[in-house]
T-cell receptor
């Protein structure tokens, strides 16, 4: 049972435009959400997080939106840059040390 | 600053051989430590986590085991590898950061079992 789902395995966006990566979850106990970026043959790097008491968190070009009623979060990257090309994972936790990760979305930013 | 090391970076092993992957963290004390596996086309699967020396929690029943002989050392082992053990193995540590525990990952070990 996949509690965290990233239904789009890949996404292509033109440089300078907005990239929107989506993530859905099923467990209503999740109260903390994170996005990680992963290049090939490297470990994931932390990008941005959001607590369930908020619906938006912004850090530079990256903004995460949380819609608790829909059990949906999204990562917006504006403007997209070629260096943003990577696999993006969303993760969720419910007050424990454990994260549940999605399967990832491969973003390709076209120059 | 904190750093996390994993070795080896790449490993090719025959089926039935043993495995030992090592992870060490520098610059922090008593971290929570984690082993994940990323199989081809799949997300990150939590295998083990540890909140202290000798304390190991297993998430997925399999032929792998983990040990934490020192505060900042986490080892992933197997007595006999299976073909299905192939994947990208990631060690992570976490710290109370921002609002909650945030996990930071090592560079990973790519394991190919033939």
């Amino acid at each position: 049972d996949q509690q965290v789902k990233q239904n789009s395995p890949s996404l292509s966006v033109q440089e300078g435009r907005i990239s929107i990566l989506n993530c859905d979850y099923t467990n209503s106990m999740f109260d903390y959400f994170l996005w990680y970026k992963k290049y090939p043959a490297e470990g994931p790097t932390f990008l941005i997080s959001i607590s369930s008491i908020k619906d938006k968190n912004e850090d530079g070009r990256f903004t995460v939106f949380l819609n608790k009623s829909a059990k949906h979060l999204s990562l917006h990257i504006v403007p997209s840059q070629p260096g943003d090309s990577a696999v993006y994972f969303c993760a969720a936790s419910s007050g424990t040390y454990k994260y549940i990760f999605g399967t990832g979305t491969r973003l390709k930013v076209l120059a | 600053s904190q750093t996390i090391h994993q070795w080896p970076a790449t490993l090719v092993q025959p089926v039935g051989s043993p495995l030992s992957l090592e992870c060490t963290v520098e610059g922090t004390s008593n971290p929570n430590l984690y082993w994940y596996r990323q199989a081809a086309g799949r997300g990150l699967q939590l295998l083990f986590y540890s909140v202290g020396i000798g304390q190991i929690s297993s998430e997925v029943p399999q032929n792998l085991s983990a040990s934490r002989p020192q505060d900042r050392q986490f080892i992933l082992s197997s007595k006999k590898l299976l073909l299905s053990d192939s994947g990208f193995y990631l060690c992570a540590w976490s710290v109370l950061d921002r609002e909650r525990e945030t996990q930071y990952f090592g560079p990973g070990t790519r394991l190919l079992v033939l």
